[in-house]
């Protein structure tokens, strides 16, 4: 049975930072591609970023380049995605997610079959 687990989230004040962890466990990852994405009250879930698990190739939503950062960690199974200069803009459930694919359309969440319970990061002015 595939789990993937979120942690990480909380309250943090505009300009801090915060890191996220996935925990993925029930099967072997080497042909998927992992990703974070996020869900803003009454809006729809949206791309943050993704990584090829067996290679290093990453993948953002543009407007949050150089400010979020997705990595892995394969002997511990799991995924991160380091959030610095955090604005209330960024305040959503955070979504882990699994696809076995490894190239294609990254961003869109109904390609993704496997998704963790979601870890809620809020950002206050």
């Known amino acids: 049975q595939v789990q993937l687990v979120e942690s990480g989230g909380g309250l943090v004040q505009a300009g801090g930072s915060l890191r996220l962890s996935c925990i993925a466990s029930g099967h072997t990852f080497n042909r998927y591609t992992m990703a974070w994405f996020r869900q803003a009250s009454g809006k729809e879930r949206e791309f943050v970023a993704a990584i090829i698990w067996s290679g290093s190739n990453t993948y953002y939503e543009e407007s949050l380049k150089g400010r979020f950062t997705i990595s892995k960690d394969n002997a511990k199974n799991t995924v991160y995605l380091q959030m610095n200069s955090l604005k209330p803009e960024d305040t959503a459930v955070y979504y882990c997610?699994?696809?076995?694919?490894?190239?294609?359309?990254?961003?869109?969440?109904?390609?993704?079959?496997?998704w963790g319970q979601g870890t809620q990061v809020t950002v206050s002015s």
């Open positions: 997610a699994a696809g076995s694919f490894l190239s294609g359309s990254y961003w869109n969440p109904s390609i993704y079959i496997y």
